[in-house]
């Protein structure tokens, strides 16, 4: 009897091309965890990120006689991350990236916050001058203008790809960099008004 666990994945994908359903479970087995991870680091929601995992190894067994892969593991890795910037780019899959600028922004509305909305946009601004040129200008056609990442791509005239890369660079940076911000100039103001 052959033992799949014994096979490198390239074997393994010979035997998938013929059909052998435990071939195709041993690479789940295998590679379903890294490829879980690389989605939560960008979704943060555990369904979203099963339903991409499980899109990926569908479509490899669905193509299993068509593809000719020589490193599977790039492979499934770059699969994964299309499938997330396909779900960028509709929309279904934002919530977790504009959800910290949205609270900030309704707390800024309340009467005993620090900042007004004024100030919130200010920091906005001053985060956006930060943003290398044309990610600058990705970010500001999209969340500004609201432009779909193919009218940024025809209008920059840059392929689709590299808008939604540009744009998860930056609305990732916007997460990290302007609660920094944010922080700093809460405590600016605390220790200004005593």
């Known amino acids: ?43 943060k929601d555990k369904e979203t990120c099963q339903d991409v995992v499980h899109d990926v190894f569908a479509d490899l067994w669905d193509k ?20 997330i910037y396909r779900l960028l780019s509709k929309g279904h899959a934002t919530a977790h990236f504009v959800e910290p600028f949205e609270n900030m922004a309704v707390s800024s509305l309340t009467a005993d ?11 906005m601004l001053f985060w956006m001058d930060t943003l290398p040129a044309k990610r ?3 970010f500001r056609l999209r969340f500004i203008e609201d432009r779909s990442t193919k009218e940024i791509s025809e209008l920059l005239k840059i392929s689709q790809k590299t808008v939604q890369n540009q ?7 916007m997460k990290i960099n302007l609660s920094k911000v944010l ?5 600016l103001n605390f220790t200004g008004n005593k």
């Open 1 to 43: 009897m052959l033992v799949f666990s014994s096979l490198t994945d390239l074997e393994l994908l010979e035997y998938l091309k013929q059909d052998f359903q435990p071939a195709f479970e041993e690479l789940y087995e295998r590679h379903w965890l890294s490829l879980y991870n690389i989605a939560y680091k960008r979704l």
């Open 64 to 83: 299993r006689k068509v593809y000719q892969i020589q490193n599977l593991l790039p492979y499934l890795h770059t699969a994964v991350r299309n499938k």
């Open 113 to 123: 916050s620090f900042f007004e909305e004024k100030e919130l946009r200010k920091l």
């Open 136 to 138: 600058r200008e990705i």
């Open 167 to 173: 744009l998860l660079m930056a609305v990732n940076g």
């Open 183 to 187: 922080v700093l100039a809460i405590l």
